[in-house]
């Protein structure tokens, strides 16, 4: 089974923290993925990346970056908090895919974090 | 633009009886759809999915159908059981791997 972790369920930091979510895939997929999830917008996508040391812009970038030195993790980092960072985040990742092929990705449980 | 949608954000139906879970899709060039569940305080969860060329797809108690004519998506979930109580989100694939997701609807299964 793919298996997605992420290394916190809960996170509290302050306004101005620099905050790093990880994620690591144990299936060798090439993509990965970071998503916000807030009540009412659904899954927004932050950035993605198709390989080591590849990454793009999802549709909601700012206040983000992203680093995959390794296929297996991708982190997340927000380089200054702010209180409307404060949200679900999940990781996900897949095989990869190109323009006709199909694939899933799977998810991890995600990180609640909240920025006071 | 683009979008996801599901045409209803809540929905509740007895133990036991069929459940359908509606989503609307605008772009029409989208080959791969997906459903998938997310349990309170979880990742989503694959449930099945479907590519274009099929109208129908049918797994352990749940079936998607696919009409492209109106861009319409559904989940029915036979015999619907209180470990079916979740959040079921559609996605259509663009752009490569990227998936579009819709905003989620919640299936309440009372007993």
């Known amino acids: 089974d793919v298996k997605v972790t992420q290394s916190s369920r809960y996170l509290v930091k302050r306004t101005g923290e620099k905050v790093f979510l990880e994620c690591v895939q144990d299936?060798?997929?090439?993509?990965m993925f970071w998503y916000r999830q807030d009540p009412g917008l659904g899954l927004r996508l932050i950035y993605f990346?198709?390989?080591?040391?590849?990454?793009e812009k999802g549709d909601i970038p700012e206040g983000y970056s992203v680093s995959r030195e390794k296929k297996e993790r991708f982190s997340l980092i927000l380089e200054s908090a702010s209180t409307n960072q404060t949200s679900m985040y999940l990781c996900?990742?897949?095989?990869?895919?190109?323009?006709?092929?199909?694939?899933?990705?799977?998810f991890g449980p995600g990180t609640r974090l909240t920025v006071l | 633009g683009e979008s996801v949608g599901l045409h209803l954000p809540t929905l509740s139906v007895q133990e036991g009886d069929n459940s359908i879970i509606n989503c609307a899709y605008s772009?029409?060039?989208?080959?791969?759809f997906i459903w998938y569940k997310q349990e309170s305080g979880k990742g989503p969860q694959f449930i099945i999915d479907?590519?274009?060329?099929?109208d129908k797809r049918q797994g352990q108690r749940v079936t998607v159908l696919l009409n492209k004519t109106v861009k319409h998506l559904s989940l029915q979930i036979a015999a619907t059981q209180p470990g079916d109580s979740a959040v079921y989100f559609c996605?259509?694939?663009?752009?490569?791997?990227?998936?579009?997701f819709g905003q989620g609807t919640e299936l309440s299964v009372k007993p």
């Open positions: 772009n029409s060039a989208s080959d791969y």
């Open positions: 996605a259509e694939k663009y752009q490569g791997g990227k998936l579009i």
């Open positions: 996900a990742s897949s095989p990869i895919t190109g323009l006709s092929s199909y694939n899933e990705q799977f």
């Open positions: 299936m060798d997929h090439e993509n």
């Open positions: 479907i590519r274009s060329n099929m």
């Open positions: 990346s198709y390989d080591v040391k590849m990454k």
